[in-house]
């Protein structure tokens, strides 16, 4: 066999592994991605009732049900134009109730709703747990209009963060 059979072949394998690598990694993509839709998109996409997926919305005024003994929760996630009931076992995130920000991660039923496997609660933008806020005082970094975000901000005494900030001692008698 000559150098440049060898080189051949070594290069023709070289590109099959690589090809099966790629295909490899490509699958395990495709069983990991999960596609985030509204209410609106699902009814006008229809994905499917295989593929699993999450769904983004608030969680409509007044469609909360809760049935066995607080394990079960019924509701209709919205976008404001199209609405999508959702059914979950398990226990729901704090944050979670009704006119609040939901994603749920889960499979579409074949007769329209949705089943969650995952929920996840949203909150505002602007919430900041009260530790970053102390944190951020102490660093020098607290802006005042972070304090309305703030939870217990408004109670906490205000306390100088550094010398410049501290009261300063008048050298006149």
Request: aromatic share 6%; net charge positive; glycine share 10%.
């Amino acid at each position: 066999m000559t150098r440049k059979r060898r080189r051949l072949i070594f290069v023709l394998a070289g590109m099959s592994c690589l090809g099966i690598a790629t295909a490899l990694v490509l699958n395990a993509f495709d069983d990991n991605l999960v596609f985030f839709y509204s209410p609106t998109d699902l009814a006008q996409k229809h994905p499917g009732t295989t593929r699993r997926l999450r769904i983004g919305g608030l969680v409509e005024n007044g469609s909360l049900v809760t049935s066995e003994g607080g394990k079960r929760f019924d509701f209709k996630v919205t976008d404001g134009k199209t609405d999508l009931a959702v059914s979950y076992v398990g226990v729901v995130p704090a944050l979670f109730r009704e006119g609040q920000g939901v994603v749920a991660e889960g499979k579409l039923g074949t007769d329209g709703s949705f089943a969650a496997a995952t929920l996840l609660a949203k909150h505002d933008e602007k919430y900041m747990p009260p530790e970053v806020a102390e944190a951020l005082k102490r660093s020098g970094e607290w802006r005042p209009d972070q304090q309305a975000a703030a939870p217990g901000a408004a109670d906490a005494p205000a306390s100088p963060t550094s010398a410049a900030d501290a009261p300063q001692a008048s050298a006149r008698p």
